[in-house]
């Protein structure tokens, strides 16, 4: 038994210690001036499918180092003109990003999504109000091409059983 224990350390010791994956870097791609073409689902949670359309532009900066970006978004549509700012910040203990929504109008923050992107897709949660309403909050981000993303925004009013999407924008980079 004396000599059982320290092979059984050096077994142990002699697995593969998996990295954690660091996402700081997992917005980089956005970094720039995007056409941003916006459909907007008119009454979420409602039964309505009526959705508006808006073009424009979302300018993505990096800031802290690449730690943090800063979205603006600013789009005009039949139903108006929307101008958002979204702040996402990166937690290097938890590997996931924050993001922080500001609606011009209220000039408040949303609550923040938290997530992270695997294989190249992105998924951002949180719990929020929707007309008095609790509900989930699903944020995803799709790669199209290289030049050429998609955002979608879902809520759910039933635990996360069913998502309703009612927000879907299409960025394309716009060249120097």
Known sequence: MKYFLPLLLIGICSFPVLAQRDGQHDFDFEIGTWK?????????????????????????????????????????????????????????????????????????LTT??????????GEFYNQDTYNGRAILVRFVIIKITPDQYRFEQSFSDDGGKTWELNWIATDTRLKN
């Open 112 to 121: 923040p999504s938290i997530g992270e992107f695997k294989d190249g897709r």
């Open 36 to 108: 941003t073409n916006l459909r907007r689902l008119q009454r979420p949670l409602s039964g309505s499918t009526t959705w508006v359309e808006y073009e424009g532009t979302s300018v993505v900066s990096k800031v802290l180092d690449g730690r943090a970006n800063l979205v603006e978004l600013k789009v005009d549509g039949p139903a108006g003109r929307l101008e958002g700012l979204s702040l996402r910040l990166y937690n290097p203990q938890s590997r996931q990003w924050s993001l922080n929504y500001a609606n011009i109008n209220s000039g408040t």
